[in-house]
């Protein structure tokens, strides 16, 4: 299984942009899906999640800003970020725990997409 991240890019402040990962491979479900950030000199953090059945959940400082999605049917996961500031330059990094049948699930990590917001 490997996951895709695509859509970063540089945006000026108070701009948007939707990442997009997509997961390929042997693929017999996708439980939660999340993307996380990391910028530079600074720890990974989660930005939000998403569960099977359509749950989210937001760290506080993207509530309102940041809007996470999923389409099963194309095994991808969606950030739609607006109103960006230069704070939110990182790369960005979505992960899902996958299971490849009914008995096993693993997580997987994308290899990271960077976000620069201009000032």
């Known amino acids: 299984v490997q996951l895709q991240a695509s859509g970063g890019g540089l945006v000026q402040n108070g701009g948007s942009l939707r990442l997009s990962c997509e997961a390929s491979?042997?693929?017999?479900?996708?439980?939660?899906m999340e993307w996380y950030r990391q910028a530079p000199g600074k720890r990974r953090e989660l930005v939000a999640s998403?569960?099977?059945?359509?749950?989210?959940k937001y760290a506080d400082s993207f509530q309102g800003r940041f809007t996470i999605s999923r389409d099963d049917a194309k095994n991808a996961v969606y950030l739609r970020m607006n109103s960006l500031k230069p704070e939110d330059t990182a790369v960005y990094y979505c992960?899902?725990?996958?299971?490849?049948?009914?008995?096993?699930?693993?997580?997987?990590w994308g290899q990271g997409t960077l976000v620069t917001v201009s000032s």
């Open positions: 992960r899902a725990d996958v299971q490849p049948n009914r008995n096993y699930e693993y997580e997987y």
């Open positions: 491979g042997y693929i017999f479900r996708i439980n939660d």
């Open positions: 998403v569960t099977r059945d359509g749950r989210t």
